[in-house]
């Protein structure tokens, strides 16, 4: 039997068997294991259910203005109300959604719509203080201003599902027959947003676009026309949706998503396009990587993947031409293929539109992973030229800053636990309100680290978490970002560690690796640290003189 | 139109409602698109819910394929009084004359 990847309570004033079907049905991931809350019971349910023991456990709770609002319920009859008052049941709602959120992993909750019949006050409908559409708009934002209070209960835009159902959004004959509110089609398009956005918390977002040249970034073939007389921008419709498409690309890029290119083409001419063609939005140093050969191009997909230290599914391959499309899902069946039509004018919808990089926050490291990508492509041109590991190692003059936990690193740091995987010693996931309690133990001690060399900085990347107990110290985190591995990052971590142990009187220090799919760079790195292995996978230091810094890294260790 | 033309027109938007709302049953549950398939009665795996959320499908579908409406929750339908509403065979012959004689 599957294990569900999410146990989802699912908690409603109307009938909601429908949308519990479609999130179980659906067979893309997460694979959700529902359960339902009691009808109409929606306020019992939020303030007396005890705090579940999964810690997969997630909810939707999902409600029509009218049922938990009741004099919003009123003022849908044309019944003067006071706004204050509504507002005011607002944060009632609110309150309980944040009590209950305490004992989820993640809580979702769909903003109210007006259904598309309600035409409300017509043309007066956005009059402060008279129309409904005003006053939705103020209930969803003053639901949005209190549920960021925390930071794992997510709103999400119902009114995106209703657009695609059009007409069989909603029905009344199956509202008063059933008090199912919303036609199938909504339900399936609510599955799948929450099963992405189940996805993102998990740190399961896609993290890397892989796009093609020809076709897709610009019409034409490059290679026959050379890049003046590429469709591109310009006055023609479909110069202007390859452009479309490249701005999509690189809003994307603001969002922490990498882009790549894999192209048949001649790796000159291809460039040569992308630095000179006045219409380019994106430049070449908007790209972490590119293949521009006329290799295989699944084979030089998986190369390019490699390179950039990620895993094949987080990865998103767009190409116009199928039979390359078909070729990378025979050879990569974990990348996700997008489906291209042959007319471009809907490319940048298509990328609008995916749902593969929800993610749950969004740092301003995040924001500047693109250059951060950037910059690690220099480094590597400059490792090619260096020759030796040990040589490049130390002209990239490497520097690791070490703090102890800092609330102000509280959501980066929630993002690392939950988003590595290769190096990472157990794979231990937490929420933000789980990590902030198991702080609370004085026994209980967490390191960041800041990395940064002479090309630039990596930002926060390195996480170091131990229990004392008696005289043992025991690893309870050791994670660094792919983007530091294998600089003597990891090297620099275990010296930390063995130094701030021993500090609290502790005379041994234990790791001991938990296996998953994606971690054996970890136990490598652990095999070869010079800690003993005590059997299994459990590695132990008890020397009295501590574990050397390498010499390549200078650290800095700040006290607050 | 050709009575087997019309037959065979609605049948498939029957089996499109079908699609649709297998979609979110069980697999237990599921209908099969066959013309002996029962939906109401014994013999049939529908609940409550699922039945009307199946009749009002059907509606939808019937509405956008052939253009007419159509009211499947009369209550002698639904009451099994009629008998149209047992299998996809009946429920098709059934929708096909009240639309087209």
């Not at chain 1, 790549?260 to 006045?278: F, R, T, W």
């Amino acid at each position: 039997m599957i294990q569900p990847e999410s146990t989802l309570r699912l908690i409603s004033d109307f009938t909601i068997e429908v949308f519990g079907g479609y999130l179980e049905n659906d067979p893309s991931p997460p694979h959700c294991q529902v359960s339902y809350g009691s009808f109409g019971q929606v306020f019992q349910e939020l303030l007396t259910t005890p705090a579940p023991k999964a810690t997969n456990q997630d909810a939707v709770v999902w409600t029509l203005p009218e049922s938990v609002i009741e004099p919003f319920g009123r003022s849908l009859y044309s019944e003067e109300t006071d706004t204050s008052d509504i507002i005011d049941s607002v944060d009632v709602f609110a309150d309980a959604l944040l009590t209950y959120s305490k004992g989820v992993r993640s809580l979702f909750v769909p903003t109210w719509v007006l259904m598309p019949a309600t035409r409300g006050y017509g043309l007066l409908d956005w009059r402060p203080g008279l129309g409904l559409s005003e006053l939705l708009a103020r209930m969803n934002l003053q639901l949005a201003t209190r549920l960021s209070e925390a930071p794992n209960i997510f709103l999400l835009d119902a009114q995106r599902w209703l657009q695609p159902a059009g007409e069989r959004a909603t029905n009344s004959k199956l509202w008063l027959a059933t008090k199912v509110p919303f036609g199938n089609r909504v339900f399936q398009e609510a599955a799948l947003d929450v099963k992405a956005a189940i996805l993102g918390t998990m740190g399961k977002a896609k993290k890397l676009v892989v796009t093609d040249l020809d076709g897709i970034m610009w019409g034409g073939v490059v290679g026959e026309t050379g890049w003046a007389e590429l469709d591109l921008g310009g006055h023609s419709h479909r110069g202007e949706a390859f452009v479309a498409y490249q701005q999509m690309l690189k809003s994307l890029t603001r969002r922490g998503v990498l882009l790549g290119i894999v192209s048949k083409n001649d790796e000159v001419v291809a460039l040569e396009a992308i630095d000179q063609h006045p219409e380019m939005i994106l430049r070449r140093s908007d790209f972490a990587g590119w293949r521009i050969n006329w290799g295989d191009k699944a084979q030089n997909l998986a190369e390019l993947i490699e390179e950039l230290n990620l895993g094949t599914d987080a990865v998103v391959f767009i190409d116009d031409e199928e039979i390359q499309r078909g070729r990378v899902r025979e050879a990569l069946p974990d990348v996700m293929v997008v489906d291209m039509p042959s007319d471009p004018s809907t490319y940048a919808d298509i990328v609008s539109s995916l749902r593969c990089f929800d993610t749950p926050s969004l740092s301003s490291e995040d924001r500047r992973r693109a250059l951060m990508a950037v910059t690690e492509r220099e480094r590597h041109v400059a490792r090619q030229e260096v020759g030796s590991l040990e040589k490049w190692l130390a002209e990239l003059e490497i520097t690791v800053s070490a703090y102890p936990f800092r609330n102000v690193d509280t959501e980066r740091i929630t993002q690392l636990l939950n988003k590595t995987n290769q190096m990472n010693l157990r794979t231990r996931r937490m929420t933000e309100s789980q990590l902030l309690g198991w702080l609370k133990d004085d026994a209980h001690h967490l390191w960041t680290f800041r990395v940064a060399d002479r090309f630039g900085d990596y930002g926060l990347t390195g996480l170091l978490g131990f229990v004392i107990k008696s005289e043992t110290a025991e690893v309870t985190d050791f994670i660094l970002s792919c983007r530091a591995m294998g600089r003597r990052v990891e090297e620099t971590m275990a010296h930390l560690l063995v130094d701030r142990a021993y500090a609290q009187g502790v005379k041994e220090v234990i790791a001991d690796y938990q296996p998953t799919p994606r971690n054996a760079p970890c136990l490598r790195f652990w095999m070869d640290s010079g800690f003993e292995s005590t059997g299994g996978h459990t590695f132990r230091w008890a020397k009295a003189n501590g574990y050397s810094l390498p010499k390549e890294v200078s650290l800095v260790l700040e006290t607050t | 139109m050709d009575p087997a033309v019309t037959y065979q027109v609605i049948l498939e938007a029957i089996y499109s409602a079908v699609d649709e709302i297998n979609n979110q049953l069980p697999t237990a549950q599921q209908l099969a698109k066959q013309e002996d398939t029962i939906i109401l009665g014994e013999g049939g795996t529908l609940d409550s819910l699922g039945t009307i959320q199946l009749l009002v499908a059907i509606e939808e579908h019937i509405a956008t394929s052939v253009g007419g409406n159509i009211d499947l929750m009369d209550g002698n339908l639904l009451s099994l009084q009629d008998g149209s509403l047992q299998s996809i065979d009946s429920l098709t012959h059934f929708i096909t004359e009240k639309l087209f004689t």
